[in-house]
């Protein structure tokens, strides 16, 4: 699976991203996705998680009500919508693909994962 994520940029705290990461190769929907982010400095961290339907969902405590991960397989994307963002949600932002937990989507743990993206840079200014 190739992930390819976009969407990132500059934006003043309180504001909003919504990131893409579109996958191509093996069937998307056999996959749970997931959002993790890497600050300098800092270990790769879990954002959020969805398992293959949508319909089970997962996420840190520090972007619970702030941020929701959706997918829409007919386009092979999964989704973070980015709200009321903080300076230190600053990050570069990594997208994820899980075949083992496709049905749960509860993964949270970087090495469980097998696919990973690119990563797009989030900015948030104070």
């Known amino acids: 699976v190739q992930l390819v994520e976009s969407g990132g940029g500059l934006v003043q705290a309180g504001g909003s991203l919504t990131l893409s990461c579109a996958a191509a190769?093996?069937?998307?929907?056999?996959?749970?996705m997931g959002w993790f982010r890497q600050a300098p400095g800092k270990e790769r961290e879990f954002v959020a998680a969805?398992?293959?339907?949508?319909?089970?969902?997962n996420y840190a405590d520090s972007v619970k009500g702030r941020f929701t991960i959706s997918r829409d397989n007919a386009k092979s994307t999964v989704y973070l919508l980015t709200t009321n963002l903080k300076p230190e949600d600053t990050a570069v932002y990594y997208c994820?693909?899980?075949?083992?937990?496709?049905?749960?989507?509860?993964?949270?743990?970087?090495?469980?994962?097998?696919?990973w993206g690119q990563g797009t840079q989030v900015t948030v200014s104070s």
């Open positions: 994820a693909a899980d075949r083992k937990s496709w049905l749960s989507g509860r993964v949270t743990t970087v090495n469980e994962y097998d696919y």
């Open positions: 190769g093996r069937t998307f929907s056999s996959y749970a």
């Open positions: 969805v398992n293959w339907s949508g319909s089970s969902t």
